[in-house]
């Protein structure tokens, strides 16, 4: 079998094939969301929402805690964040636009990524999980994809960038584990990442109905 395929099939070999179809799921609906995202289509949120929901519970039963617990802030916060673009004004236009974060949001997003690395690393040490250096990269990454979801919410450029960082830090980190759909969907996210933020930042202060003329 070609080098490629073993890496990436090799390890669902002995995999339940009830989780592999939840992977697959995850994955299909994943990188959906990114797309919406990109758009600035609400749709980012129900999309993302099903894809995270499914992966906390395969992380669970893997027993990676640090990402299991990523993915249902994840859900949580689809719902914020379905929420928060679904206000408008009295003329209908969006509450939320595309903006740069202030020197405030830069603070709490500093206080969101240590205080999310506290609570993973608390959540590995309450399961009584062994904590390995991989463990350590994921809860690292858990602080930047929490503060980055929180600022995509928030339809803040800065989301992109957080979004790149993680998604190419993730992208090694799952093919250690064995988690050939998961490395290459976040390879995939780190592509439709860059073209997200270069739209945002053509779009900034814009409704989206504003963008699309």
């Known amino acids: 079998m070609n080098p490629i395929f073993d890496f990436f099939l090799g390890p669902y070999e002995d995999r339940e094939f009830s989780l592999i179809i939840l992977e697959a799921t ?16 609400i749709m980012v949120y129900p999309t993302g929402l ?7 519970y395969i992380f669970f039963v893997d027993s ?26 009295e003329n209908r236009d969006p509450v939320v636009l595309i903006t740069r974060t202030d020197t405030k949001e830069k603070w709490v997003g500093l206080g969101l990524f240590v ?3 506290l609570v993973t690393y608390a959540v ?4 009584g999980a062994e904590i390995k250096a991989s463990n350590y990269v994921d809860i690292v990454t858990s602080g930047i994809f ?15 960038t957080l979004w790149i960082i993680g998604d190419l830090i993730t992208v090694p980190l799952y093919a250690h ?3 050939g759909m998961f490395s290459l969907q976040y390879l995939i996210f780190t592509v439709l ?10 779009h900034l202060g814009k409704s989206p109905q504003t963008s699309s003329k």
């Open 50 to 56: 099903v894809g995270t929901a499914i992966t906390s």
């Open 26 to 41: 995850a994955f299909f609906f994943g990188i959906a969301s990114v797309i919406y995202a990109k758009k600035e289509d």
């Open 177 to 179: 584990r064995g988690w």
């Open 193 to 202: 990442s860059i073209q997200g933020y270069l739209t945002w930042k053509k």
């Open 115 to 117: 205080l999310t690395m």
């Open 146 to 160: 929490f503060t980055a979801m929180w600022y995509m919410a928030n339809k803040k450029l800065e989301s992109w």
């Open 124 to 127: 590995y040490v309450l399961f």
């Open 64 to 89: 990676l805690f640090g990402d299991m617990m990523l993915n249902f802030y994840f859900s949580i916060m689809s719902i914020y964040g379905w929420w928060n673009w679904a206000r408008r004004k």
